[in-house]
Structures are given as C-alpha cells and as structure tokens.
Antibody, heavy 121, light 106 residues
C-alpha cells in the first residue's frame, strides 16, 4: 500500500533553516508529482509547493517562494523541502502527498502523517 | 489567486441526518474541485475529486455537485465515523483550500 513518511521536523529559532524529507513506497514515485502542504496549529490547509515527476518543474505558494526549495531523488523515492529564513508564521505540520492526475490536471491524493515544525526563540 | 469559501464553518448534526456543505470559489474553476475529510491528529483523506467522483473506498453516502463557482458536498445519512472537518480544494489555478467545515455531534 502507499506509504509516505515525513521526517526532519523539530523546533528551530527564527531565521534558521530546516530540511524535511518524505520517504515514499508502495507506488511509482518516479512517475508521480509530489506536494508539500502545511497546516498551522488549529488552522486550515495551505498548499506549499509541488514538483513534477521528473523534477523539471516546481511551483511555490507566494508565502514561501524564495525561501523554500522542493526537490526529489527518484533513485531513493524521497521528496525534500529545504526551508530557509524561517519565521513563526511557518510553524505547522508539514504533509507530503502524492498526486492524482485527472484530465491532465494534478492534485494531492494520498498524504503522509505529517511532521511538526515549530519556529520559536 | 482563487479564494475558496466554505459554509457553514461548523455544523451540528445527529447520526442519520442529511448534511450539506457549500463551497464557493472567487472565480470559475470549472469542475476542478476536490473534497477532503480530516479527523483530529490525522492526515486529510481524499473523498471526492472533479466535483463528483468518489475516491476508491469512499462510501456512497458521500456525493458532490456543482460547477463554476458553487459546489456542495452532501452526506446522505451521517454516520458516527463522519464527524470530522471537511475541506474543499480547487486545482484549476494553483491549489487553494477552503477554511474547513467542522461536522460535530448535536
């Protein structure tokens, strides 16, 4: 079955960096677009970034563009999110998700359990 | 950016009730709309995509309708497992979620 396991979360000070990982199994990672979506404590869902199956395209939410970088290693079925210049507004559970493509349009389908990132001094 | 607005924010209902949640887009998104269910401490789960297509394994009591800017999620007969928060999401232009609708026990 599909498994997505996020790791790398923790408590960091404002202005510092953190790298999240998402280990995938149970599906063809190398043919799937992959997402990062976050959820601040007690709040709703916010799409963060998406990367195409081959890594050739990536898109970011305005709130993280220029600070976060999504990447992937298809040989290891792993997705990454490099987060720089973190602020308290980035405090959230970060989920990775694999895509479903319908009519040529992609969106998140199955999600990992999430990893908590807390930005605090 | 396309904004998604759900109503109500909270809905109190009893087991067996018919429940309807509305989602409105700030501009037309055609039929590029999905619904997710989230329980406390858990990851979101895809219920419906492209307005009305049930994800594999989702009970038939869930259904979706709409097009353009107005959409609904209906649970025909609320079950104990359905008490959760529901989010709509558009994927016409980028990806945007509604703020969520919490379905709680009346």
């Amino acid at each position: 079955q599909v498994q997505l396991v996020e790791s790398g979360g923790g408590v960091v000070q404002p202005g510092r960096s953190l790298r999240l990982s998402c280990a995938a199994s149970g599906f063809s990672f190398r043919t799937s677009a992959m997402y990062w979506v976050r959820q601040a404590p007690g709040k709703g869902l916010e799409w963060v970034a998406v990367m195409s199956y081959d890594g050739s395209s990536q898109y970011y939410a305005d709130t993280v563009r220029g600070r976060f970088t999504i990447s992937r290693d298809n040989s290891k079925s792993t997705l990454f999110l490099q987060m720089n210049t973190l602020t308290t507004e980035d405090t959230a559970v970060y989920y990775c998700a694999r895509d479903l493509i319908v009519g040529g349009i992609t969106f998140p389908r199955e999600w990992g359990q999430g990893t908590l990132v807390t930005i605090s001094s | 950016d396309i904004q998604m607005t759900q109503s109500p924010s909270t809905l109190s209902a009893s087991v067996g009730d018919r429940v309807t949640i509305t989602c409105r887009a700030s501009q037309s998104i055609s039929t590029w709309l999905a619904w997710y269910q989230q329980k406390p401490g858990r990851a979101p789960k895809l219920l419906i995509y492209k307005v009305s297509n049930l994800e594999s394994g989702v009970p038939s009591r869930f259904s979706g309708t709409g097009s353009g800017t107005e959409f609904t999620l209906t649970i025909s007969s609320l079950q104990p497992d359905d008490f959760a928060t529901y989010y709509c999401q558009q994927y016409h232009s980028s990806w945007t979620f509604g703020q969520g609708t919490k379905v709680e026990i009346k």
